[in-house]
């Protein structure tokens, strides 16, 4: 059974640091990009970041660029965002999702049950 | 950036039911569209991927379809499990993009 799992979520001041991580489980995690989404308090869907099965191809929206990395593991099945300078319209949960293929063109299969993030003071 | 657009942005509808919802992209997406549902309270879960074919595991009253910017979600006869608020996504390019989503709620 495909499982993804987020950790490390939790309450931020504004301009604070956190990193969230996602544990995959039953499948190959080095051969399939990872994404992360986001759904605000009340919100719909926005994609954050992808990072392709090698890491050669990471991308992430415009409304974090600059301040959130993306990085895996393959060794430990893990993928991981660290945002930097935090703010309160980064509140959302935060899913962790597995493409269906390595890289290019693909879709979400599987997501996490996802982590809630909160910036505030 | 590819714009998606549902519509309508909600429906009100009876068990048994007809649903249709429809999504538009700005610019040519080919079939590289994606359905998601969300219960409240939930995790999104991928019903239908390149505009027509059922994940696994889906009830065959849901279909899709549609290409280039213009694309539909039928489900054929509402069930109580179907209300729900359904996504539908562009997997052509990155950013991927989301429509603002259609919940579907019981009249």
């Known amino acids: 059974e495909v499982l993804v799992e987020e950790s490390g979520g939790g309450l931020v001041q504004p301009g604070g640091s956190l990193r969230v991580s996602c544990a995959a489980s039953?499948?190959?995690?080095?051969?399939?990009?990872m994404n992360w989404v986001r759904q605000a308090p009340g919100q719909g869907l926005e994609w954050v970041s992808v990072?392709?099965?090698?890491?050669?191809?990471?991308d992430f929206a415009g409304s974090v660029k600059g301040r959130f990395t993306i990085s895996r593991d393959n060794s430990k099945n893990t993928l991981y965002m660290q945002m930097n300078s935090l703010r309160a319209e980064d509140t959302a949960i935060y899913y962790c999702?597995?493409?269906?293929?390595?890289?290019?063109?693909?879709?979400?299969?599987?997501w996490g049950l996802g982590i809630l993030v909160t910036v505030s003071s | 950036d590819i714009q998606m657009t549902q519509s309508p942005s909600s429906v009100s509808a009876s068990v048994g039911d007809r649903v249709t919802i429809t999504c538009r992209a700005s610019?040519?997406?080919?079939?590289?569209l994606a359905w998601h549902q969300q219960k409240p309270g939930k995790a999104p879960k991928l019903l239908i991927y390149?505009?027509?074919t059922l994940q696994s595991g889906v009830p065959s009253r849901f279909s899709g379809s549609g290409s280039g910017t213009d694309f539909t979600l039928t489900i054929s006869s509402l069930q109580p499990e179907d209300f729900a608020s359904y996504y539908c996504?562009?997997?052509?390019?990155?950013?991927?993009?989301f429509g603002q989503g259609t919940k579907v709620e019981i009249k």
């Open positions: 999702v597995k493409a269906s293929d390595g890289s290019g063109k693909n879709y979400f299969d599987y």
């Open positions: 039953g499948f190959t995690f080095s051969s399939y990009a």
């Open positions: 990072i392709s099965a090698g890491s050669g191809y990471i």
């Open positions: 610019q040519d997406i080919s079939s590289w």
């Open positions: 390149a505009a027509s």
């Open positions: 996504q562009q997997a052509y390019t990155f950013p991927r993009t």
